[in-house]
């Protein structure tokens, strides 16, 4: 499974962005989708997770203003990211688990959040 996030950049806070990330290869051998986020000197965390089922399960902190869905057509992950703060500033990478709990992983696309 290869994965390519897009859609990160420079925001100011409380402004909006939308992450995407293109799934190919192995799609059908996938549990579940998500984003995680990284921000320097900290571990990466998880954001948001969608499984195959439509399960969806946020950070409680972040459910207010993120939401994650999928293009299944299209093979597209997406984050709406909405009223940023500088606290969100991280990589995100995305993210998918296979049946037997492989995890695959995107380069990352970096938020920074500023004004």
């Known amino acids: 499974v290869q994965l390519q996030a897009s859609g990160g950049g420079l925001v100011q806070p409380g402004g909006s962005l939308r992450l995407s990330c293109v799934a190919s290869?192995?799609?059908?051998?996938?549990?579940?989708m998500g984003w995680y986020r990284q921000a320097p000197g900290k571990q990466r965390d998880l954001v948001a997770l969608i499984t195959t089922g439509g399960t969806i399960n946020y950070l409680d902190s972040l459910k207010d203003r993120f939401t994650i869905s999928r293009d299944n057509a299209k093979n597209t992950l997406y984050l709406q990211m909405n009223s940023l703060k500088p606290e969100d500033t991280a990589v995100y990478y995305c993210?998918?688990?296979?049946?037997?709990?492989?995890?695959?992983w995107g380069q990352g696309t970096l938020v920074t959040v500023s004004s």
């Open positions: 290869g192995r799609i059908l051998s996938l549990a579940s």
């Open positions: 993210n998918a688990r296979d049946w037997g709990s492989v995890n695959f």
